[in-house]
């Protein structure tokens, strides 16, 4: 089955700085890729989809890489704000859409 | 309010006790998926709907759970003679976005507290 990886260590930045987070996966070829925050007691928010033919995309603040080679994706935030902090999640899924599975989620915690 | 909206936010039950759970998606929405998600985990699928068909489940899903999506509008989440290991967040979710941007919209979900 399925085996998606997220750094399950918070990662802890400063203010400015640049988030990077990991979204490694196995037995699985994935025709989309998609990255969701996360606040506590909440539901997750999509934030960006990367294809599997895309190498990056980005969006404002935003930067998602794809390399099925390596079955990997970074997700960058740039200028980290405390507002930043979450939980983000990766999840993939094919092409019809119909099932979407999750990483485990990486915490973000961007101090002041 | 046009987002998915989940009731209730909180339950408390005693083990051995029915709960029921609903979840209203975005109208025009026609697949709906719920997901359970423990403490430090991401959310693991559980089952979802077509309009009214269910067409697919967790092996995660045992007898206990039965999940409905009557006239392809609302969906209920109900699980029988609850257990503590039930104890969890239960989300629900519908599928909205142009045809290849396709993505989740969760509702803020349900959490569920076995005693």
């Known amino acids: 089955s399925q085996k998606i990886e997220q750094n399950s260590e918070a990662l802890n930045i400063q203010e400015g700085k640049t988030a990077t987070l990991t979204c490694n996966y196995t037995?699985?070829?994935?025709?989309?890729l998609q990255w969701y925050r996360q606040d506590p007691g909440r539901g997750p928010v999509f934030l960006l989809l990367?294809?599997?033919?895309?190498k990056e995309k980005r969006k404002e603040r935003l930067k998602v890489t794809f390399d099925t080679t390596l079955k990997q994706s970074l997700f960058h935030i740039t200028a980290s704000q405390p507002a930043d902090s979450a939980t983000y999640l990766c999840?993939?899924?094919?092409?019809?859409?119909?099932?979407?599975?999750f990483g485990s989620g990486t915490k973000l915690n961007v101090k002041p | 309010d046009t987002g998915v909206s989940q009731d209730p936010r909180h339950k408390i039950t005693k083990r051995g006790q029915n709960v029921t759970f609903r979840c209203d998606p975005i109208?025009?929405?026609?697949?709906l998926y719920w997901y359970r998600q423990t403490l430090g985990q991401g959310p693991e699928f559980l089952t979802y709907f077509q309009n009214e068909a269910q067409l697919e489940k967790s092996r995660l899903l045992s007898d206990r759970f039965s999940a409905e999506r009557p006239k392809g509008s609302f969906s209920t989440l109900e699980i029988q003679r609850t257990e503590q290991g039930d104890s969890a967040m239960y989300l629900c979710a519908s599928v909205g976005g142009r045809a290849g941007v396709e993505k989740l919209f969760f509702g803020s979900g349900t959490q569920l507290s076995v005693l």
């Open positions: 037995n699985y070829s994935p025709a989309y």
């Open positions: 109208s025009e929405h026609n697949r």
């Open positions: 990367i294809r599997e033919n895309e």
């Open positions: 999840a993939l899924s094919r092409y019809n859409f119909n099932k979407f599975y």
